[in-house]
């Protein structure tokens, strides 16, 4: 037996790397507990920056230790001459380049360089950009080595159209390189502008702060599609190419307007209640808003508040402003509102133009727009010219006929869905709905997704369809009587604008929760039989002043925890037949105390 080697078992190998591993950890959490002591008695000084750097050597994702690095290298370095500094910022970088060698995507070596690059009397961001070369070589979609080379070209001044042209390189190399795309999308209006003065390097990069800002010159856009068209025939099923086609069909953010105006009271809200509908979330400027009784110059008083479905932090698209009344000054019969410029913005800081109505009492100041005008005012983003669209649609069309059936037509088919949106999602309403049923057959694992996207069609159907049933014309905004009944809807979508609806069927559909229904002030009946509701939260239908009938029969209310957001509304009818929690031991003790407008 002698002379030979001896090979190991699986077993005695994984012995040995447990062992290993246990030193390893015992080190580590000596050190650690070390520099922690250190840290407490001396703080951070050489000895303990020492020790720190022994400890990110090997483990380069400890995030407490660069900050306390950077502590430590604050006090070291802040009496250090430049000449001095400018070495010490070197090494750093040179030790930076060791621990990207154990992890090129830790969070904490890449902010620990740039912080290294703000301390240096004279930063070499040349070197850098080489250094970005060196490590998008290792791996082209290193998200941290991209978003730190936006850093250093933007500190570096190089220029956008060498960006421009590097993004492509790597685009050439692996069209899947979501980040080179995605790279390109930002220098898109910064080397081909509309504007000959919007595209100067000096700007942000992300061009993002204004709408000009991102105005791309003609011809860029078709050019830009012939490019990401060869990525769809090379992988058809690669989604990096098919969302920089989505973002070139939607890159500009449309500006915010206001769509109606109106004034009102119910029983429960005798004060006049004035209601901005906007086309996106926007939040406000209150000091911008001016409204006088009609045919007078005098102020009124108006307390606003947003009508949240999400938090109170957030963007609204509907605002109520609550006019203050008093004994020489009673409830008017018509008020006028004046918006001044910049009274609304939405999150990214596009704001509204100046604008007026005047609406009476009960009655809503509609602006005279198109359902066409409405469409696109509803868009969050400026969508081309429909010459393009249907040039993309007919080359979407001509890919599907290269593809074999299956899962990988999916991206083409989701192209097509939103190109027929930007043209008319009423006109093309039937083709919507038989593209997503195909994609539901071809890719299940996302079934719940496409059935969204179902929903939201259906919304836009009944929003921006022309004519009612009866085919008379419909007014611009729902009022009144509105049915989404059996229509496989899994999602409430768009109802800041159905907020003079006095009556919702929502029954015979896929609903499971209830949200966003803050926005229907004028509801009085709700009706959702014959779901699959889980409950009634929290404050889901709170903040309804008028809403008098709720009906949720045949849904699955399993307990009377589901119906706690039931628990102190005025209603005057409720009906919950054929719920499971309706047979329930504690279901008639909760009905008798909380629910007395029960009905069978």
Same mark, same amino acid.
């Given at each position: 037996?002698?002379?030979?080697?001896?090979?190991?078992?699986t077993?005695?190998?994984?012995?040995?790397?447990?062992?290993?591993?246990?030193?390893?950890?015992?080190?580590?959490?000596?050190?650690?507990?070390?520099?922690?002591?250190?840290?407490?008695?001396?703080?951070?000084?050489?000895?303990?920056?020492?020790?720190?750097?022994?400890?990110?050597?090997?483990?380069?994702?400890?995030g407490?230790?660069?900050?306390?690095?950077?502590?430590?290298?604050?006090?070291?370095?802040?009496?250090?001459?430049?000449?001095?500094?400018?070495?010490?910022?070197?090494?750093?970088?040179?030790?930076?380049?060791?621990?990207?060698?154990?992890?090129?995507?830790?969070?904490?070596?890449?902010?620990?360089?740039?912080?290294?690059?703000?301390?240096?009397?004279?930063?070499?961001?040349?070197?850098?950009?080489?250094?970005?070369?060196?490590?998008?070589?290792?791996?082209?979609?290193?998200?941290h080595?991209?978003?730190?080379?936006?850093?250093?070209?933007?500190?570096?001044?190089?220029?956008?159209?060498e960006?421009?042209?590097?993004?492509?390189?790597?685009?050439?190399?692996?069209?899947?390189?979501?980040?080179?795309?995605?790279?390109?999308?930002?220098?898109?209006?910064?080397?081909?502008?509309?504007?000959?003065?919007?595209?100067s390097?000096?700007?942000?990069?992300? +061009?993002?702060?204004?709408?000009?800002?991102?105005?791309? =010159? /003609?011809? $860029?856009?078709?050019?830009? #599609?012939? *490019?990401? %068209?060869?990525?769809?025939?090379?992988?058809?099923?690669?989604?990096?190419?098919?969302?920089?086609?989505?973002w070139?069909?939607?890159?500009?953010?449309?500006?915010?307007?206001?769509?109606?105006?109106?004034?009102?009271?119910?029983?429960?809200?005798?004060?006049?209640?004035?209601?901005?509908?906007?086309?996106?979330a926007?939040?406000?400027?209150?000091?911008?808003?001016?409204?006088?009784?009609?045919?007078?110059?005098?102020?009124?008083?108006?307390?606003?508040?947003?009508?949240?479905?999400?938090?109170?932090?957030?963007?609204?698209?509907?605002?109520q +402003?609550?006019?203050?009344?008093?004994?020489?000054?009673? =409830? /008017?019969? $018509?008020?006028?509102?004046? #918006?001044? *410029?910049? %009274?609304?913005?939405?999150a990214?800081?596009?704001?509204?133009?100046?604008?007026?109505a005047?609406s009476?009492?009960?009655?809503?100041?509609?602006?005279?727009?198109?359902?066409a005008?409405?469409?696109?005012?509803?868009s969050?983003?400026?969508?081309?010219?429909?010459?393009?669209?249907?040039?993309?649609?007919?080359?979407?069309?001509?890919?599907?006929?290269?593809?074999?059936?299956?899962?990988?037509?999916?991206?083409?088919?989701?192209?097509i869905?939103?190109?027929?949106?930007?043209?008319?999602?009423?006109?093309?309403?039937?083709d919507?709905?038989?593209?997503?049923?195909?994609?539901?057959?071809?890719?299940?694992?996302?079934?719940?997704?496409?059935?969204?996207?179902?929903?939201? %069609?259906?919304?836009?159907?009944?929003?921006?369809?022309?004519a009612?049933?009866?085919?008379?014309?419909?007014?611009?905004?729902?009022?009144?009587?509105?049915?989404?009944?059996?229509?496989?809807?899994?999602?409430?979508?768009?109802?800041?604008?159905?907020?003079?609806?006095?009556?919702?069927?929502?029954?015979?559909?896929?609903?499971?929760?209830?949200?966003?229904l803050?926005?229907?002030?004028?509801?009085?009946?709700?009706?959702?039989?014959?779901?699959?509701?889980?409950?009634?939260?929290?404050?889901?239908?709170?903040?309804?002043?008028?809403?008098?009938?709720?009906?949720?029969?045949?849904?699955?209310?399993?307990?009377?925890?589901?119906?706690?957001?039931?628990?102190?509304?005025?209603?005057?009818?409720?009906?919950?037949?054929?719920?499971?929690?309706?047979?329930?031991?504690?279901?008639?003790?909760?009905?008798?105390?909380?629910?007395?407008?029960?009905?069978?």
């Open positions: 037996m002698h002379g030979r080697v001896k090979i190991r078992t077993a005695e190998q994984d012995e040995l790397k447990r062992k290993e591993r246990q030193k390893k950890v015992a080190k580590y959490l000596f050190a650690r507990h070390a520099i922690i002591e250190k840290r407490k008695s001396t703080g951070i000084d050489a000895e303990a920056l020492q020790m720190i750097t022994a400890v990110l050597t090997t483990i380069p994702d400890f407490t230790l660069w900050n306390w690095r950077r502590e430590g290298f604050t006090n070291v370095w802040k009496d250090m001459p430049s000449d001095e500094l400018q070495q010490k910022c070197h090494a750093e970088l040179l030790f930076l380049n060791q621990c990207l060698q154990h992890n090129p995507k830790s969070y904490g070596v890449w902010h620990q360089r740039r912080w290294v690059m703000g301390m240096a009397p004279s930063p070499p961001w040349e070197e850098e950009l080489d250094n970005c070369n060196k490590f998008l070589k290792l791996d082209e979609r290193n998200f080595c991209w978003d730190y080379r936006r850093f250093v070209v933007r500190h570096s001044h190089t220029a956008s159209a960006e421009f042209e590097f993004s492509m390189g790597k685009i050439s190399e692996n069209f899947s390189n979501y980040s080179a795309w995605h790279y390109r999308s930002t220098l898109l209006a910064k080397v081909r502008p509309a504007d000959a003065h919007a595209g390097d000096d700007e942000d990069m992300m +061009g993002m702060r204004s709408l000009d800002r991102r105005a791309v =010159a /003609a011809g $860029a856009i078709d050019e830009e #599609l012939d *490019t990401v %068209a060869s990525a769809f025939y090379i992988d058809p099923c690669d989604q990096s190419a098919w969302f920089y086609h989505r070139l069909l939607g890159r500009e953010e449309t500006q915010p307007t206001v769509c109606c105006a109106h004034v009102g009271n119910t029983d429960r809200m005798p004060t006049p209640r004035i209601m901005l509908v906007f086309s996106h926007v939040f406000v400027d209150t000091s911008k808003i001016h409204v006088t009784i009609h045919g007078e110059d005098s102020p009124v008083g108006v307390a606003w508040t947003a009508i949240h479905a999400e938090t109170p932090q957030a963007p609204s698209v509907t605002w +402003g609550l006019v203050e009344t008093t004994e020489t000054q009673p =409830a /008017a019969e $018509a008020y006028t509102i004046h #918006l001044a *410029t910049g %009274a609304a913005c939405n990214n800081g596009i704001a509204t133009c100046a604008t007026q005047t009476t009492a009960n009655a809503t100041a509609q602006y005279n727009v198109s359902k005008e409405l469409r696109s005012r509803l969050r983003y400026q969508l081309p010219s429909p010459a393009l669209l249907q040039g993309q649609l007919s080359a979407c069309r001509e890919l599907l006929e290269e593809l074999e059936e299956g899962y990988e037509r999916k991206w083409a088919l989701l192209a869905i939103y190109i027929l949106q930007g043209l008319n999602p009423v006109a093309h309403h039937s919507i709905i038989a593209t997503l049923h195909t994609l539901k057959a071809i890719d299940p694992q996302r079934k719940g997704y496409y059935a969204d996207i179902m929903s939201r %069609a259906e919304w836009e159907s009944m929003l921006f369809g022309d009612g049933n009866d085919g008379e014309a419909k007014p611009l905004l729902p009022i009144g009587h509105v049915n989404m009944a059996s229509k496989s809807l899994t999602s409430l979508h768009h109802l800041a604008h159905f907020f003079m609806v006095e009556t919702l069927n929502l029954s015979d559909n896929h609903i499971v929760r209830l949200s966003k803050q926005c229907l002030q004028t509801l009085r009946k709700l009706v959702l039989d014959d779901n699959a509701i889980l409950g009634v939260y929290d404050t889901e239908l709170s903040g309804l002043p008028g809403l008098r009938d709720v009906s949720l029969r045949n849904n699955d209310i399993k307990s009377c925890r589901g119906l706690q957001g039931l628990k102190g509304l005025p209603l005057e009818a409720l009906c919950l037949t054929g719920n499971p929690v309706c047979k329930s031991a504690e279901f008639p003790e909760f009905a008798t105390e909380f629910l007395p407008y029960l009905v069978e």
